[in-house]
């Protein structure tokens, strides 16, 4: 197909003849690299009926550009991009300088980019130590399963849920199979009007801070705690309030009297993995059902329990109906997907179908249905069992070689999920150690990003092993160890 007419525009501001004019716009198209080698430009007679200028303007134009190499003649066929055109430096196209307008440091309302999240490159997979969270292994995951779903999703059998907007429905396979198989396991009982897919765990969040939370009401959330949910409250607006957790996660006592939302990661807290027990959720519904607040259960790595069977979920106790259970398929299958549910009152899910429908409409039909195909015909469990057995592995492998070189895990530190959270020796700011391990192939995540902006420097950080091949953990450890022990006092 040549390249379209319309992309082509004589601007009247600019100098020359008509004929300079078209040799400019092709001259600076190959440049740019928006018409690349072997593309066919349009015909001189099409070309010239669409800026509305003569055609042997044009066909002059072309001759030009012929003789310069940018461009060569097949017969009759026409005029196409010369194999050997000059080729840009760089396929960005060049800046425009605006004239006047727009002053958008005061045009922007509310700014969006945060500097506080964790140090992560985003070449981390060039690195021969990344020890990186929540990254997929691609020899942990099944292409070939994954690919009959995702063709078997695509047949006419299907073809109107790869077409049709849902509106602010879901896959009805898909919500089936979560209703049915997935939300058992967390021992959770719930109707399909009482569940919302989503675009991953943070769309989620994000939905369910906007619909709960106002000025005026008051959100707790754990310290330290997943960055992303800071900056999604700190949109709303609310008053935030950051629980300090301890061994046995977040402390509901200390939960100030006019909470109004919880957020918390009971089965594997973020970032240090401490399960927090069944006692103490108990606790945590019966002030929530007292006093009225809604608890988000965000479920973080419900199934990578290596210690012991995973306890009960918050919204499996639930009896009042204060509990928004937030589940994701990201980490069990890989992040890209960016597939999740939320499992609360219908009345709530009723308010994020509208929300969800406003901002996506829905998830597209084509994902939903092949994720359904891969947890229904047995992949997905498959899946899960490689994960578990590796991750048991690796976690084995790494606490073997912490213990060796005689790193600290910190002292509120859990157990299972995929990655242990570290504390460096007094006056060692893990940024700075970061920067250094960067130059060594190494990368870790700082713990700074996982507190409030007031922390200061941290002596935290976290080694993940979901994303680094097991015979390179002990190399990279020793690394760490050694960067560590040449850290200035």
Known sequence: MPIPVDSFYLDPDVEGTLQQKVQRLVAEGILSGRFRPGEKLPSSRKLARHLQISRITVTNAYTELLADDYLNSRGRSGYFVSKTAPVPASFDPPARSEKGGIDWSRAIGRRFVSPGWPIRPSNWKDYPYPFIYGQADPRLFSHQTWRQCALQALGQKDFSVLTADYYEQDDERLLEYIQRHILPRRGIAARKDQILITLGAQNALWMTAQILLTQ?????????????????????????????????????????????????????????????????????????????????????????????????????????????????????????????????????????????????????GHIQRTVAYFLSLGHYDAQINRMRQAYQRRRAVMDQAIAAEGLSIAENAGQGGSSFWMIAPPGIDTEDLARRLDRRGVVIEPGRGFFGPDHGPSRHYRLAYSSIQEDRIPEGIRLIAEEIRASPA
């Open 216 to 364: 005026r009401r008051v959100a707790a959330m754990e310290n330290p705690a997943y960055p992303g949910l800071r900056e999604i409250l700190s949109q709303t607006r609310c008053r935030t309030v950051a629980i300090d957790v301890g061994p046995e996660g977040l402390p509901p006592g200390r939960l100030p009297p006019d909470t109004d939302v919880v957020f918390a990661t009971v089965s594997h807290h973020c970032p240090t993995n401490v399960t927090m027990p069944l006692e103490r959720r108990k606790e945590l519904l019966r002030l929530a059902e007292a006093r009225g607040f809604v608890i988000v259960e965000d479920e973080y790595e419900f199934e990578l329990s290596f210690q012991a069977a995973p306890s009960p979920s918050l919204k499996s106790m639930d009896q009042g109906g204060c509990v928004i259970h937030i589940g994701s398929f990201s980490k069990s299958l890989f992040p890209g997907l960016r597939l999740g549910y939320v499992v609360a009152s219908e009345e709530f899910i009723r308010e994020a179908r509208g929300l969800r429908g406003l901002v996506l409409r829905h998830p597209p």
